[in-house]
C-alpha cells in the first residue's frame, strides 16, 4: 500500500495545457483500469474529475482528461483557467477492494 | 442532490476512542459502496476503509486494522467509522465518501480528528 508517485508541483498560464503523472506498479496503476483523479480547493470537499482512467463525470468540462501507459497515468488540463489551480491526487485500484492514493500535486496558474 | 454530512470528529488523547458519523441524503445509499479517506495536516489524501453495499465485506488500510472499525445503518442512510487505540499520526480530516471499489464519486466536507495530550 505505497503511495502513487506524482511531482510536487506543476505551473502553466492561462490558456496552456499541463499534464500530471502519476507512477504506481504493475499491483495499482499497470494492473488496472480504475485510475481517478480529484481536485482539491482549500477548506472545500474534494470534487470528483475522472474515472477508470479516461471518463469523465458529467459537469467536468472536456479540458480535462486522462490517460495511462503502462504503470502511470495522466492528468491533462488543457486551456488552462485561473480556477483550475488546486492541488490534484490520482488513485488507484489496488487489488482486494484496496485503494491507493497519489502524494498530490499543487497546480499553479502563473 | 448527493449530500454527506460527517460528524463527531474532535480532540482525543492517545489512546481514546472516537466514533465518526456520516448523514447521508439524496441518494439511494443501500446501493453504494461507501467509505472514508482522510487528509493528515500537510499531507495527502489517504483511503482509510471501505464497506461493502450490505455491510458484508469491510476492507482497511494495514495502518488502521484491528483499531478502526467500518459500519453503516442502511435504514438510516448513516456510515460510521469507529476509532480505537487512537495515535497522533490518526490525526486529520476525515472525508466520508459515496463509492470505494473503484473511485469516490461525492465526498462530505471532512471533520478533523486532533489526536493530542
Known amino acids: 500500500q505505497s503511495a502513487l508517485t506524482q511531482p510536487r508541483s506543476v505551473s502553466g498560464s492561462p490558456g496552456q495545457s499541463v499534464t500530471i503523472s502519476c507512477t504506481g506498479t504493475s499491483s495499482d496503476v499497470g494492473g488496472y483500469n480504475y485510475v481517478s483523479w480529484y481536485q482539491l480547493h482549500p477548506g472545500k470537499a474534494p470534487r470528483f474529475m475522472i474515472y477508470d482512467v479516461t471518463k469523465r463525470p458529467s459537469g467536468v468540462p472536456d479540458r480535462f482528461s486522462g490517460s495511462k501507459s503502462g504503470n502511470t497515468a495522466s492528468l491533462t488540463i488543457s486551456g488552462l483557467q485561473a480556477e483550475d489551480e488546486a492541488d490534484y491526487y490520482c488513485c488507484s485500484y489496488a487489488g482486494s477492494y484496496t485503494l491507493v492514493f497519489g502524494g498530490g500535486t499543487k497546480l499553479t496558474v502563473l | 442532490e448527493v449530500q454527506l454530512v460527517e460528524s463527531g470528529g474532535g480532540l482525543v488523547q492517545p489512546g481514546g476512542s472516537l466514533r465518526l458519523s456520516c448523514a447521508a441524503s439524496?441518494?439511494?445509499?443501500?446501493?453504494?459502496?461507501m467509505s472514508w479517506v482522510r487528509q493528515a495536516p500537510g499531507k495527502a489524501l489517504e483511503w482509510v476503509a471501505n464497506?461493502?453495499?450490505?455491510?458484508?465485506?469491510?476492507y482497511y488500510v494495514d495502518s488502521v486494522k484491528g483499531r478502526f472499525t467500518i459500519s453503516r445503518d442502511n435504514a438510516e442512510n448513516s456510515l460510521f467509522l469507529h476509532m480505537n487505540s487512537l495515535r497522533a499520526e490518526d490525526t486529520a480530516v476525515y472525508y466520508c465518501?459515496?463509492?470505494?471499489?473503484?473511485?469516490?464519486?461525492?465526498w462530505g466536507q471532512g471533520s478533523l480528528v486532533t489526536v493530542s495530550s
Open positions: 439524496g441518494f439511494s445509499f443501500s446501493t453504494y459502496w
Open positions: 465518501a459515496r463509492g470505494g471499489s473503484r473511485f469516490f464519486d461525492s
Open positions: 464497506i461493502k453495499l450490505d455491510g458484508s465485506e469491510k
